[in-house]
């Protein structure tokens, strides 16, 4: 069993900060890549950061320059720092992870509960 538990979403007002975590748990063999998505209802889900093992981050377009994605390989954890917050950054953030489990050692992609970012003006 996998679990992604997902922490730091809230309340912020327009230009501030926050960065969320997430930390992945079980029998992980491996990790492959880790990343932040959203997920409106009715809406195919959407990247906002992603990182591969030993690779560089890739970003949407609309978080280049504010937002940084960082990976702690010792605690399985991904975080993202959310800078120059905009209200239209308002969204369930999903955490995300492909790994490789102990019990199958096969890559299966894993999805965290969602942390809910609210952006006021």
């Known amino acids: 069993q996998v679990q992604l538990v997902e922490s730091g979403g809230g309340l912020v007002q327009a230009g501030g900060s926050l960065r969320l975590s997430c930390a992945a748990s079980?029998?992980?063999?491996?990790?492959?890549?880790m990343g932040w998505y959203l997920q409106a209802p009715g809406k195919e889900r959407a990247l906002v950061a992603f990182i591969i093992s030993g690779g560089s981050p890739n970003y949407a377009d609309s978080v280049k320059g504010r937002f940084t994605i960082s990976r702690d390989n010792a605690k399985n954890t991904v975080y993202l720092q959310m800078d120059s917050l905009k209200t239209e950054d308002t969204d369930v953030y999903y955490c995300y992870a492909r790994l490789v489990t102990i019990a199958t050692m096969k890559v299966n992609d894993y999805w965290g509960q969602g942390t809910q970012v609210t952006v006021s003006s």
């Open positions: 079980g029998s992980i063999f491996s990790i492959n890549a």
